[in-house]
């Protein structure tokens, strides 16, 4: 395989509301090709910032899940290589030029996981079950697709070789309480969502022990108790998000157990 007939870079990031986040991201991709933004008709200022960078691409879709919106960005970019972006992630001057100089020799590899940094607000979040995470970012498009079947924590599947880059992507995840539960409660309909397509049934236990062996294992086993408070929001958090997961799972289930016969 050769990947270097085309190595320009094609930098995607999908939004929705993201004004917060979108302009210090943004202002930071000088090295991009292509730049498109796909937003799912954000309420705020996130068009009007987009669309205030020359070199940005703006497009609005109907967003359907993360999956098919991420593969619909893709089929937008001119570029063989894909380096997805989330408006909340920043890389660092170390990564960049990684990044760069990868693309240019690259001869093996088809798709590229990074590791990441998390931040809570402004701290680095050492445990609490995120010290191994890894996470595709970068690849080539004629060789990687996102599985249609997940709706949400995207699953990129890969024809060919995985590298991984050195330096880490910083990733800001946590802003404040509100808006982190919001999230988590999001990605917990969706998953819920993908359980009943599968025809997955609700168990009440794993509605109650899976979300407390989640919260023991991340803050117990994987050290959350040494990132403090931080690490009790953030495992709770991630708890109540299965917690909701198998809440909404037996909504489903119920809602179609009580739709009328067919006539």
Sequence with gaps: MDFNQNNKISVLIITLNEEENIPALLADLDFADEIIVVDSFSTDNTKSIAISFSQVRFIENNFENYSSQRNFAISQAKND???????DERLSPALKNEIIATIKTNKTFSAFLFCRTFMFEDKVLHFSGNQTDKIFRLFNKNQAEYAKDRLVHEKLKVNGKIGVLKNKLIHYSYSNFQTYKAKT????????QEKFIKKQKPSILLHFLYPAYNFLFNYIIRLGF??????????YLNANSIYVRYQELKRLWNRKQKLPPKQ
């Design 81 to 87: 290589w894909i380096l997805f972006l989330d408006a």
């Design 185 to 192: 409660i999001r990605y917990g309909k969706f998953k819920a």
């Design 226 to 235: 040494l990132d403090g408070k931080r690490g009790l929001i953030i495992c």
